[in-house]
């Protein structure tokens, strides 16, 4: 890669930091198109191209998630006891899911980019539903809730890549009634839980073919770490920046941001 190459992706890094901690999504939804473009560039192809994408979006979405959820911790907004009952039975999904991923070929491609496209879609159409910017007030809710919702979220973490924000957020406000504020801190919490053991299966599992020396597994370290370079510096100021914003404007970000995501896969989609 050229030297523009590392300033392009340490700039969408920052970018991906910041939506990190403003919307506790993790910013996969800047690390997979940045990773899908340089992955591709460098030699990955086919399936194990989309293995990458996950690999080192999820890597990255480790160190994003963990600065954000310590700066929530700082800032008095954290909630471990959801944290661990929504974390646990998702990290059991993610992995199951990650090993069917990777011990066959049917996830291709395409597919990929559906299941990544329905997933913006349906936050979307959550976020600016009438009901989505109505604050209501918050609520007490079961265990199961929480369990239900992360072992949900751990699936689409293994198929997206998005580290499972974009499902838990839309779904502990639009219907457990929690404060957004909350929601992104619980989200926080549990997406670097995600992150963590599947960046280990990552890891440890060796591909086909490797595209550079500076690979471990499927981590290709001279895309990732630009990526986590720019993460200590900017996931900490999202949070703090969405501490000071207002719901309504947190959660019009999210969908404005969300929509253009999905203007570019759907792009992508049609031109293949």
């Known amino acids: 890669m050229e ?7 340490i700039s969408f890094g920052a970018i991906g930091a910041f939506m990190a ?8 939804m800047v690390y997979i198109p940045v990773t899908d473009y340089f992955l591709a560039k460098a030699g990955m192809h086919g399936d194990m191209l989309v293995k990458g994408i996950l690999a080192n ?3 990255t979405i480790f160190f994003s998630g963990s600065l954000s959820s310590y700066q929530q911790y700082k800032m008095g907004n954290f909630h471990p006891r959801a944290i661990i009952h929504t974390a646990l039975p998702g990290m059991l999904s993610a992995l199951l899911t990650l090993v069917l991923i990777k011990t066959g070929t049917w996830y291709s491609k395409p597919l990929f980019n559906y299941v990544f496209a329905v997933m913006l879609l349906i936050i979307i159409l959550r976020m600016f539903g009438k009901n989505s910017v109505t604050n209501l007030q918050e609520k007490e809710n079961p265990t199961w809730h929480y369990n239900l919702t992360g072992f949900s979220a751990g699936i689409i973490t293994s198929m997206s890549g998005l580290g499972g924000g974009v ?3 839309p ?3 639009d219907i457990m009634r929690l404060n957004i504020r909350k929601a992104t801190s619980i989200s926080n919490g549990v997406i670097p839980l995600f992150a963590l053991i599947l960046g280990i299966y990552n890891l440890l599992d060796q591909p086909e073919t490797k595209i550079t020396e500076w690979q471990v597994g499927y981590i290709v370290f001279p895309i990732v770490l630009p990526l986590i370079a720019s993460t200590f510096i900017v996931a900490p100021l ?3 920046v969405a501490q ?3 719901p309504i404007v947190i959660r019009m970000v999210f969908a404005t941001f ?3 995501m999905l203007l570019k896969l759907i792009y992508e989609i049609y031109t293949h």
């Open 3 to 9: 030297y523009y190459d590392y300033l392009l992706i």
């Open 21 to 28: 901690g403003f919307l506790g999504v993790g910013g996969g």
């Open 57 to 59: 979006s999820l890597f």
């Open 167 to 169: 499902i838990m957020t």
């Open 171 to 173: 779904v502990f406000t």
């Open 238 to 240: 999202g949070v703090r």
């Open 244 to 246: 000071k914003t207002k």
């Open 258 to 260: 969300a929509s253009l």
